[in-house]
Antibody
């Protein structure tokens, strides 16, 4: 069974960088795409972007200017950096596996609050 | 940017059939997935590639996609099916979610 787990600071100050890591077990990160999704409280899902083992990335156009994703095959992890964090970035952040068109395994999610 | 539109809410009695729609421009040329999300939990994939059920998803869940509308059908919904449902499509560039539909089983 594939498991994903998000980790990172739960409180980020405005204008600082929001950084999260997703650790994958039960599957090699060398396969598929690996996505980040977020969900503000009481609202819907927003796809942030994804990365493959080759480092190929696709980002949500609305976040592209602030977003960087990376992947570490030796640790079976992938990461997210979102610069210039603002209150609008407060959300539960999920990582997920994306074999093709769907997101078939999700992490439990981690809440991140952007506040001073 | 591509958009998917869902009704905010759908209500159904246990003996009926629940149909949750997802609309988008020429949606039929894309694969549509559906997710179920219960409060405080991560989304769960219930339909993949328009109509395929992942392992462990009950047969009462089915999907279709034609024209500009994809539909998630729950036949004989149960109380445990009360949740938010999201459609999702991928245009080979970005992943797009619908706004979500709250299903209430009366």
């Amino acid at each position: 069974q594939v498991h994903l787990k998000e980790s990172g600071p739960r409180l980020v100050k405005p204008s600082e960088t929001l950084s999260l890591t997703c650790t994958v077990s039960g599957d090699s990160i060398g396969s598929y795409f690996w996505s980040w999704i977020r969900q503000p409280a009481g609202l819907g899902l927003q796809w942030i972007g994804h990365i493959s083992i080759t480092g190929k990335t696709r980002y949500n156009p609305s976040l592209k200017s602030r977003l960087t994703m990376s992947i570490d095959s030796s640790k079976n992890q992938f990461s997210l950096n979102l610069t210039s964090a603002a209150a609008a970035d407060t959300a539960v952040y999920y990582c997920a596996r994306q074999p093709y068109d769907a997101l078939d395994f999700w992490g439990q999610g981690t809440p991140v609050i952007v506040s001073s | 940017s591509y958009e998917l539109t869902q009704p905010p809410s759908v209500s159904v009695y246990p003996g009926q059939t629940a149909n949750i729609t997802c609309s988008g421009d020429t949606l039929e040329i894309k694969y549509v997935c559906w997710y179920q999300q219960k409060p405080g939990q991560s989304p769960v994939l219930v339909i993949n590639q328009d109509y395929k059920r992942p392992s462990g998803i009950p047969e009462r869940f089915s999907g279709s996609n034609s024209g500009n509308t994809a539909t998630l059908t729950i036949s004989g919904p149960q109380a445990l099916d009360e949740a938010d449902y999201y459609c999702q499509a991928w245009d080979l560039v970005t992943v797009v979610f619908g706004g979500g539909t709250r299903l209430t089983v009366l």
